[in-house]
């Protein structure tokens, strides 16, 4: 291993540029060339390459977003497009890939392996934390900070206007924003596709805290509920009952922005590390995650293949607490 390339895809998340410069530094560190590959996989069909040097990534580590742009690229999705992508790489003397991304982009990475040959390492960069081999993902830990940071200003409007308040936060697939940010917050109820709470038990939640004289509420809402967004989930409320002035606020990608945290600094320098310690050591078709804090290495089909679950213990916490 001579010459690597890194790459960001999907969605950006906080934390992105934190792994970006480990990986280019760690290269650097063991004498290797390192290329910037822009806008994602499409960057890899139209041969957007640029090298990297240290002095390249100086004073990103704490930059949200990320320098090497992403974007969705529909041509990767076909075998000719993931061809041409190879055909890059090989012309360009580049011996392995790092691929920080999410769901879409290990899939992508695991059928480019699977065709090519060509060795990829995943870095788990997305706010979801929806990925198994790994006990948090790069971006995840800002978000939820992002979230109970608007969620504590939304209580103080909530609190002086006597309002029931829900608030939609991202999670399409995944209900670990809304379950933890719920807890954080002392919302009163968390709706989402693992918690299972239906609108009549929401409506019977909200009764009983009306009893005990509670004279606000926060309701967290995943945009992944099956019974609806926020504003589904209102006006079916409002139908059962006209005792509550209710508002909606949707977070939508104000959770995605923002300087990353320590911990998503930390986390994304020590997988940007063993990213590259993993290549040079002839590993392929992984993801790099940490699991009890320590660097474990997971097979793309099992990373997306096996469905992260939330936590029962905290589900049954949000409960107790929330009346």
């Known amino acids: 291993m001579k010459k690597i390339a890194v790459l960001t895809s999907g969605g950006d998340a906080p934390g992105m540029n934190a792994a970006i410069r480990a990986v280019v530094r760690t290269g650097v560190f063991h004498d290797m060339e390192i290329v910037g590959v822009f806008q994602g996989y499409q960057g890899l069909i139209d041969g957007d390459f640029k090298r990297l040097h240290v002095r ?46 999410g769901n879409g982009t290990f899939t992508g990475a695991l059928k480019f392996g699977r065709e090519t040959g060509f060795p990829v390492v995943g870095l788990p960069g997305t706010i979801d934390n929806d990925l198994s081999g790994s006990d948090s993902t790069i971006g995840f830990d800002t978000a939820i900070n992002t979230v109970i940071s608007a969620v504590d200003k939304i209580r103080d409007t909530a609190d002086s206007h006597n309002r029931l308040f829900f608030v939609e936060v991202m999670g399409r697939d995944s209900g670990f924003i809304a379950l933890k940010s719920g807890i954080a917050t002392g919302a009163v109820a968390v709706m989402t596709a693992d918690m299972g709470m239906s609108i009549d038990d929401l409506v019977a939640v909200l009764k009983a805290g009306e009893q005990s004289n509670k004279t606000s509420s926060i309701v967290i809402v995943g945009e992944g509920n099956p019974n609806g967004g926020a504003y589904e989930i209102a006006k079916r409320v409002k139908e059962k009952t006209d005792n509550y002035e209710t508002r909606i606020t949707v977070l939508g990608h104000l959770q995605r922005g923002g300087n990353p945290s ?50 029962d213990d905290e589900v049954r916490i949000a409960r107790i607490l929330s009346i």
């Open 56 to 101: 390249s990534v100086a004073k990103i580590l704490g930059r949200g977003g990320t320098i090497l742009k992403s974007a969705r690229c529909m041509d990767f999705y076909e075998a000719e497009g993931r061809k041409r992508a190879h055909v890059n790489l090989v012309e360009a003397g580049i011996d392995g890939l790092v691929a920080i991304g």
């Open 262 to 311: 320590c911990f998503d600094r930390v986390l994304a320098s020590r997988l940007g590390v063993a990213a590259v310690e993993a290549l040079r050591q002839g590993h392929s078709d992984v993801m790099a995650g940490v699991i009890n804090d320590q660097i474990e290495l997971t097979s793309f089909e099992a990373a997306v293949g096996v469905k992260s679950t939330i936590n």
